[in-house]
């Protein structure tokens, strides 16, 4: 005689498949989507942003803030002081490190902060 273990979620799942709860859901039968597509690296993103019905203008804080830090350059060369571009660091770093810790919604990142002096001595250099 042979005796098997159910666990509670086991039958649980086993009952909802005896009440038919299962029958005639979307999608079955059908291949899962994306199969046989190339893999993307960052597909689990563009899954959640889908299915979190984001628009194209609308991420996650995380990943405006790698793309701010992308833009860093290109920020401050549209400011006109040096303390402009001081404070943007400042501001700048500051979410880097919420982000650093957990308190920004979205993927985790890890990214440096920005050094302010070279930030400043880069944005002089092109303004030059």
Known sequence: ???????????????ARERGEFDNLEGTGKPLRGHGREYEEDWWVK??????????GVIPPTLALRRDVDDLEAKVDRLRTEREVRDHVAELNERIRKANVGLMDGPPVVLPPRDADQVVAAWRERKA
Not at 47 to 56: N, Y
């Open 1 to 15: 005689m042979v005796h098997w273990y159910e666990s509670a979620i086991d039958r649980q799942l086993r009952e």
């Open 47 to 56: 899954d959640w942003l889908q299915r979190e019905g984001a628009t194209s």
